[in-house]
């Protein structure tokens, strides 16, 4: 075998490393046990933020949820248009805080973080991926409509648009 063929033939050794998903607020490592956000009150215990009562001697450490919505930093986010949504932004808004509560209830860091109400329709951020797809499709059951999302795996950003 030639040195050419030689070269060309041999396991290549420069493997192209992939990037993971950064998100800048997602913690490195395990908390110290027990730890509570000092702003709303969830409880760090056996690797998960719950709703707990704050436990004796409990570290401190704002939770993800919390540092992203000081940051305003939305980790998910809903589009709202069309004339319906003008029409009944009462009964979506009261929909998309109820989803917000049941998924809360079970995950303290799945909030909306802010509404933003304006003549062209409505804009719901939310602190994690999830809460946006999950209020989207209960306004798709309950008043169906055009419902689209795109997950944006560089930046770990979720957006859905749902339009009537």
Avoid at 88 to 102: K, P, T, V, Y
Avoid at 112 to 118: F, P, R, S, T, V
Wanted: proline fraction near 6%; charge should be negative; include cysteine.
């Amino acid at each position: 075998m030639s040195e050419k063929d030689r070269f060309f033939h041999e396991p290549r050794r420069d493997r192209a490393i992939h990037e993971r998903v950064h998100d800048p607020y997602k913690t490195r490592s395990k908390l110290p046990e027990p730890t509570v956000c000092p702003q709303c009150g969830a409880v760090y215990h056996e690797g998960r933020w719950t709703w707990a009562a704050r436990p004796p001697e409990a570290h401190e450490e704002l939770c993800q949820a919390c540092h992203r919505i000081n940051d305003q930093y939305p980790a998910g986010i809903l589009a709202l248009s069309g004339d319906f949504v003008r029409q009944h932004q009462e009964e979506i808004l009261h929909l998309a805080r109820h989803e917000e509560a049941q998924e809360k209830a079970e995950h303290p860091l799945h909030r909306i973080m802010n509404i933003e109400a304006g003549s062209d329709g409505i804009v719901i951020n939310t602190t994690d991926i999830h809460l946006p797809r999950r209020i989207g499709e209960a306004l798709h059951r309950a008043y169906r409509g055009d419902l689209d999302f795109h997950y944006d795996e560089e930046s770990a950003l979720f957006r859905a648009h749902w339009r009537r």
